[in-house]
């Protein structure tokens, strides 16, 4: 028995000190932390690097999950301290559940605090809006009353709860733009918005308002006519018009509309955008939307929105950067493909650097002139620093800053000219650039779901870069560069397959572009230049017939 006791005891003290040992970097932390407590409980990425303690215990400690240490599967434990800015400044409702949508509360945790603040006015307007699509919602009293109502096919004119529809059509980047623009419609007309989930809706995105869904019921009388709405479409808005079965002096039109305004819309589809037509369509308690543009920068041209868009947002440039953030929060599934990314290849970076490329000319990618555009951007722009060519080696700076290089392209032999540039050279400066590309699909493949979790996942991660460069007339990096606040370097569009001189530019604002736009005078009802009425609403830098919105200081 003594014996026994005699191990057993060796065995207590072996545990012991095992156990002690391994709590000794976190009890050390602990003390770092409560001798000099940070103002902010989770600083950011490079302030978390000021305490001497192991890089892996301080990401456990910031990002407050159990991922970092139990692999990249287990992506399902909650944040044990929530970032001050986890609401986005009041931006997002308190109360959701946060394992349905670790992105919704996490996301502050892997951007820098935007320098944008939303409107007071605009917190409230969002909190009605979801007062009223809590009333309105799917399955609701309301909800089915109204389905009655488009059901029985008359006209009854505006009901208790109204409605705008909005399409799943063309391509992820398009989706966003113009779901956000729909939504704006309805905060605007006080509809409540439902989203067709498409094909992947539902597997890409968390859902935004409290309680109820804003995703249209599969047994919506109208959804087997989607994908055959044209502007041809007999309910169509503009064809009646354009035929007078409505005008502005219908007193009881139809229960709904389709409003088509998609890139090769009419002249009397556009007149959507006046306000007299306004006045007829608010009578409509069913508007079912077909776009693939961003046609928030013609709202803003409208007398009757224009009061109540100043009070949404007194700073312009910044009106998808917020609708943004407030609608789209990747799902769990898109999250996990997001932050594993992020944590392995740009979280220790001192610098983060985006570069997005979409190219529209035929042939075999990638294309010499197109990689001679990134380097002269990156290098003229200093985004990227100059490479020795001369000397073979370069001794590495006592304190080498790091970049991290994150491209997004089909192609990867983009990526892979950058990277070998700075493999094989040093940089003239001592910094270690490091170049990463998430995927390369090679072709758009917009109807697959693995292809837009993984699109949707790198426009995320763009959006989390402090220098994005995008290209032109790409929705892609439109969402990125909102989501992010960030305004971006442009990439000229190349001409005749040579790169541009000069290579890229700074755009105005970090407003998408609205690639089709009406020009088109309401009251005059003639033809105008749209981006010269107001100052705040300008012809795009990466298309010159397209409008978007400008801030202050660009106004001048």
Not at 230 to 238: A, D, I, W
Not at 503 to 522: I, K, L, N, T, V
Not at 542 to 550: I, P, T
């Amino acid at each position: 028995m003594a014996v026994i006791k005699s191990g057993s005891g060796a065995m207590s003290f072996t545990k012991a000190l095992a156990v002690s040992l391994i709590s000794l970097p976190f009890l050390f932390t602990l003390f770092v932390l409560y001798r000099n407590p940070p103002s902010d409980p989770t600083p950011d990425f490079r302030e978390a690097r000021v305490l001497d303690v192991p890089p892996r215990i301080v990401n456990a400690l910031k990002l407050g999950t159990k991922t970092v240490f139990n692999g990249p599967e287990d992506n399902s434990s909650q944040p044990a301290d929530m970032s001050k800015d986890s609401l986005l400044g009041g931006l997002l409702a308190a109360g959701f559940g946060e394992k349905s949508c670790l992105s919704r509360y996490q996301s502050a945790l892997y951007r820098k605090i935007s320098p944008y603040k939303p409107s007071s006015y605009l917190l409230s307007r969002l909190r009605k809006y979801e007062d009223l699509h809590k009333h309105c919602g799917p399955h609701t009293k309301s909800y089915r009353k109204t389905i009655k109502l488009l059901k029985s096919g008359h006209s009854v004119g505006p009901t208790d709860c109204n409605y705008v529809v909005w399409i799943s059509y063309s391509g992820l980047g398009n989706r966003i733009l113009t779901l956000a623009s729909a939504f704006l419609y309805a905060l605007l007309t006080n509809r409540v918005l439902l989203v067709d989930r498409g094909k992947d809706m539902a597997d890409l995105f968390c859902e935004p308002f409290p309680e109820k869904s804003w995703l249209l019921p599969l047994d919506f009388p109208l959804l087997p006519k989607f994908n055959s709405i044209n502007k041809e479409s007999p309910h169509c808005f503009g064809k009646m018009l354009k035929n007078n079965i409505i005008n502005s002096s219908t007193e009881q039109p139809p229960p709904f509309l389709y409003i088509y305004l998609s890139h090769d819309y009419g002249d009397h589809d556009k007149l959507f955008f006046c306000d007299q037509e306004q006045t007829l369509l608010g009578k409509v308690p069913w508007l079912i939307m077909k776009t693939n543009n961003y046609f928030v920068p013609s709202l803003f041209l409208m007398p009757s929105f224009e009061q109540e868009l100043s009070k949404l947002f007194p700073e312009k440039e910044t009106t998808f950067h917020h609708l943004g953030r407030y609608l789209f929060h990747p799902s769990n599934q898109v999250w996990g493909l997001i932050t594993r990314f992020y944590k392995a290849y740009l979280a220790e970076s001192n610098e983060r650097i985006g570069i997005q490329i979409r190219t529209f000319d035929s042939g075999t990618a990638p294309f010499q002139y197109v990689i001679d555009q990134i380097m002269a951007c990156t290098l003229k722009e200093k985004l990227l620093p100059e490479v020795n060519r001369q000397e073979t080696f370069v001794t590495p700076a006592e304190n080498q800053k790091s970049i991290a290089v994150l491209m997004t392209s089909l192609n990867s032999g983009y990526s892979e000219a950058v990277r070998n540039m700075y493999w094989e050279q040093s940089a003239m400066s001592g910094e270690v650039v490091s170049v990463y590309q998430p995927s390369h699909e090679e072709v758009q493949q917009s109807e697959k779901q693995g292809h837009n979790r993984k699109a949707w996942a790198e426009m995320y991660l763009l959006s989390t870069t402090e220098a994005l460069i995008t290209s032109a007339w790409s929705t892609f990096g439109y969402v990125a560069q909102g989501l992010g606040g960030v305004t971006p370097w442009i990439l000229y569009k190349p001409q005749n397959r040579t790169a541009p001189d000069p290579p890229c530019g700074r755009a105005m604002s970090m407003e998408p572009c609205f690639h089709a736009p009406p020009f088109y005078d309401c009251k005059a009802k003639t033809g105008v230049d749209t981006g010269a009425l107001v100052p705040h609403v300008r012809h795009c830098e990466d298309m010159s017939w397209g409008l978007k919105l400008v801030g202050r200081h660009r106004e001048l």
